[in-house]
């Protein structure tokens, strides 16, 4: 059973920096693609980045682009986004999502598993 526990979450003010991670087990992930997603209140989940478990291919949103960095590491099964100039916009539930194949989807629809969410405020 796959399971993806998300932590990292917190309170910062604009301009400040947050770390998230993604703990993934009860699979081997080699031919997966994990992805972080955010959802706002009152908006619809929203693609932030993607990385291909195998070869580390990437994609990132517009919004986050030179911002936030999505990275894994294999010997933890865990992935990480580091997100630097926050800003309030950047204010949602983030979601971990693991997807069964590599072609790095921006579509929530795609994605195969997701964890519990982790929250981000950022004030101004």
């Known amino acids: 059973q796959v399971q993806l526990v998300e932590s990292g979450g917190g309170l910062v003010q604009a301009g400040g920096s947050l770390r998230l991670s993604c703990a993934a087990s009860?699979?081997?992930?080699?031919?997966?693609?994990m992805g972080w997603f955010r959802q706002a209140p009152g908006k619809e989940r929203e693609f932030v980045a993607a990385?291909?478990?195998?070869?580390?291919?990437?994609s990132y949103a517009d919004s986050v682009k030179g911002r936030f960095t999505i990275s894994r590491d294999n010997a933890k099964n865990t992935v990480y986004l580091q997100m630097n100039s926050l800003k309030p916009e950047d204010t949602a539930v983030y979601y971990c999502?693991?997807?069964?194949?590599?072609?790095?989807?921006?579509?929530?629809?795609?994605?195969?598993?997701w964890g519990q969410g982790t929250q981000v405020t950022v004030s101004s």
């Open positions: 009860g699979r081997t992930f080699d031919s997966y693609t």
């Open positions: 990385i291909r478990w195998s070869g580390g291919r990437i």
């Open positions: 999502a693991a997807d069964r194949t590599q072609r790095i989807p921006i579509g929530s629809h795609s994605y195969d598993y």
